[in-house]
């Protein structure tokens, strides 16, 4: 019975150690973020790669004036499409004003796989890789 207490004693221990390394992540995380903000300033869309697509978005001065980029992203299907965007949801000082009930979207996302932010994610800083 003392066996039992024992494993279960070494398994909060351990589980304890997980959480708090998580948590720590999740902090680091959080402050890297508000150093950088990028990737809430763009909104980001995945489409169908076509050379006449490519060729019109290319020869519309308005999407060029405006800051829009369109991004290989090493698939021969498909490309993305970035427009500059600031989130209504962000603040420069503070960061996202809705950090808690933040979409699953922004909860998810993870700059470094992502083909445009992913040399200047700051979460490219952590140990965890
Ligand atoms: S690009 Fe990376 S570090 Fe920058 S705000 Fe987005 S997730 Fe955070
Ligand atoms: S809701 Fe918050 S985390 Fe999501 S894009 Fe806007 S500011 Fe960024």
Same mark, same amino acid.
């Given at each position: 019975? &003392? &066996?039992?207490?024992?494993?279960?004693?070494?398994?909060?221990?351990?589980?304890?150690?997980?959480?708090?390394?998580? /948590?720590?992540?999740?902090?680091?995380?959080?402050?890297?973020?508000? +150093?950088?903000?990028?990737?809430? &300033?763009?909104?980001?869309?995945? =489409?169908?790669? +076509?050379? /006449?697509?490519?060729?019109?978005?290319?020869? #519309? *001065?308005?999407?060029?004036?405006?800051?829009?980029?369109?991004?290989? =992203? @090493?698939? +021969?299907?498909?490309? *993305?499409?970035?427009?500059?965007?600031?989130?209504? *949801?962000? #603040?420069?000082?503070? @960061?996202?004003?809705?950090?808690? #009930?933040?979409?699953?979207?922004?909860?998810?996302?993870? @700059?470094?796989?992502?083909?445009?932010?992913? /040399?200047?994610? &700051?979460? +490219?800083?952590?140990?965890? @890789?």
């Amino acid at each position: 019975m &003392k &066996k039992t207490y024992l494993f279960y004693d070494e398994y909060d221990v351990v589980s304890k150690r997980w959480f708090d390394k998580m /948590n720590n992540i999740e902090k680091k995380k959080s402050e890297l973020c508000m +150093s950088c903000l990028e990737c809430c &300033k763009w909104m980001i869309f995945t =489409v169908p790669y +076509s050379v /006449n697509t490519l060729k019109a978005f290319y020869a #519309n *001065q308005y999407y060029l004036a405006r800051g829009c980029r369109v991004v290989d =992203v @090493g698939h +021969s299907r498909y490309v *993305q499409v970035l427009v500059p965007s600031i989130c209504p *949801q962000l #603040n420069e000082d503070f @960061g996202c004003m809705i950090y808690e #009930n933040r979409p699953e979207a922004c909860r998810l996302y993870d @700059g470094r796989k992502d083909p445009f932010l992913k /040399n200047i994610c &700051k979460w +490219s800083e952590l140990e965890e @890789g």
